[in-house]
């Protein structure tokens, strides 16, 4: 049986909000340092381009008004296949400067 639209929504919501928590008074030098806590952001920052990835599958339309959502699948697919090679920098920077505003389309959208 496929899943509802909305379930992965609300999985991308709830990753995008637990990453938001996790990062709450932490800088960059703190993320550095943590392998605990790069571990749970990469890991997060895979379940939003996986979900967001089966969104696409099972309603497009829905799926299309997330704004990057190839770069969001992409930046997934980074984490998971070049797992060796990952930028702490680049995961840092996405966290602090995309995050918040993905947050506010996922949740307009799961209210919609």
Known sequence: MRRDARAYLWDA???AELLSEFSEGEDFDAYQSN????????RQFEII??????LSKVDGDL?????DLGRI?????????????????LVWQVLTERLPG???V??????A
Do not use: K, W
Not at 106 to 111: E, G, N
């Open 49 to 54: 381009g996986e979900a967001l990835n089966q």
């Open 13 to 15: 919501l709830r990753a």
């Open 106 to 111: 996922l949740r307009r959208l799961q209210d």
């Open 35 to 42: 392998a605990m806590l790069r571990s749970a952001v990469e």
């Open 73 to 89: 699948v992409a930046f997934r697919n980074i984490l998971i296949h070049g797992y060796a090679t990952v930028d702490d920098a």
């Open 63 to 67: 799926a299309a008004q997330v704004p």
């Open 102 to 104: 993905l947050i506010g």
